[in-house]
């Protein structure tokens, strides 16, 4: 990449392209800048800058192929309200309405609708709102509050249009879940998990049951992984991945198996995969450099673009500039 990150996101754009905004500079705090990948060069080039520079925030792809970029931290102690939008027609950025809180490690699911669940998230307090916000008037607007606060949960779109809200931290690993119903703007609780979890992976399967993996408890890292039956509400245990994971990457594949890479503390270059059609996982390649925090992209030809992270044997190693594929 043409700056090392780490707390950056990673988004297919409807070109193929993939944009990289934010995160966390070697030398300096949260970064305005963004760049482009393009796979049929296999290289990296600078775009706009942001608005504002920002790590650990959420970008969604909108409706109309807009990239809409929210909070975060501007240097790592002050959190952000403020949003903006990506147009890759002009590959520029401009300011949008602001969120109702500012937040950090929120979660951000792009409705049917077309408008974009805001949830969770917060510093030093977590968050039981949530909020919508509106391309057609970039305004964001408070919905029900979720039925207990969260930071760092999974949010997955559900094919019935709902989102389930899983596990996090509340002072505490989490084993709660939660639908959120558009139709009624309104929270309610659903089956609990087979383990409390926070920094773990929440996959929509091709069946439409929703796979959770890893994670921690209770400052315990995880192999353990489940899957969540929107039918009956229920989660039931699934086969345990070869390795604890935390904090790692879960990509769905074309095959429909799902490559779980990085995140285990010993070994942070294993990746591994799970097959849905025996409910097993199986190491696959190594990455090419061990990295903690990455983002991961599935391509249009169905490689996997992992980027930047942390890297090095170091209790806080520096951000990387490096990239790779898994094919």
């Known amino acids: ?16 392209q993939v944009l990289i905004a934010g995160g966390v500079g070697i030398y300096s705090g949260s970064d305005v800048s963004a760049e482009l990948y393009d796979p049929a060069t296999a290289t990296f080039t600078a775009t706009g800058s942001m608005t504002v520079g ?3 925030h959420t970008a969604t792809l909108l409706s109309d192929g807009k990239i809409l970029i929210a909070g975060g931290t501007d240097n790592g ?35 049917a609708s077309g408008k974009v669940l805001i949830a969770a998230g917060g510093g030093n ?38 989102v389930l809200i899983a596990g996090g931290y509340d002072y505490g690993s ?12 309104t929270f309610t609780a659903t089956g609990n998990m087979t383990v409390a979890r926070a920094s773990h992976t929440a996959t929509l399967l091709p069946s439409g049951k929703v796979l959770i993996a890893g994670g921690g408890e209770g400052g315990n890292v995880l192999a353990s992984a489940e899957l969540y039956d929107p039918t009956f ?6 086969g345990s991945m070869t390795a604890v994971r935390a904090d790692h990457s879960a990509t ?11 995140g285990d503390p010993s070994d ?6 799970y097959d849905p059609s025996v409910g097993t996982f199986a190491k696959t390649g190594r990455m090419t450099v061990p990295r903690k925090y990455p983002t991961a992209v599935l391509l249009g030809g169905g490689k996997v673009l992992i980027s930047g992270g942390m890297g090095g044997s170091f209790e806080m190693p520096p951000p990387l500039a490096s990239a790779e594929l898994y094919q």
Do not use: C, W
Not at 1 to 16: F, I, K, N, Q
Not at 174 to 185: N, V
């Open 1 to 16: 990449m043409t700056v090392a990150r780490e707390g950056h996101t990673a988004s297919l754009l409807p070109a193929g």
């Open 54 to 56: 920002r790590a650990e």
């Open 125 to 162: 307090n977590y968050l039981t709102s949530a909020e919508l916000y509106d391309p057609a008037t970039g305004t964001f607007t408070a919905t029900g509050n979720m039925t207990i606060p969260r930071t760092q949960p999974t949010a997955t779109l559900l094919p019935s249009g709902k």
């Open 252 to 262: 769905l594949l074309g095959t429909g198996k799902v490559l779980m890479a990085n």
């Open 233 to 238: 509400g229920t989660f039931t245990a699934t």
């Open 268 to 273: 942070p270059a294993s990746a591994e995969l």
């Open 77 to 111: 102690t002050s959190l952000l309200a403020s949003a903006e939008l990506y147009d890759p027609l002009t590959a520029t950025f401009a300011a949008t309405g602001a969120m109702t809180v500012a937040r950090i490690n929120q979660t951000a699911t792009l409705l």
């Open 174 to 185: 989490l084993a709660s879940a939660e639908l959120y119903d558009p139709a009624t703007g």
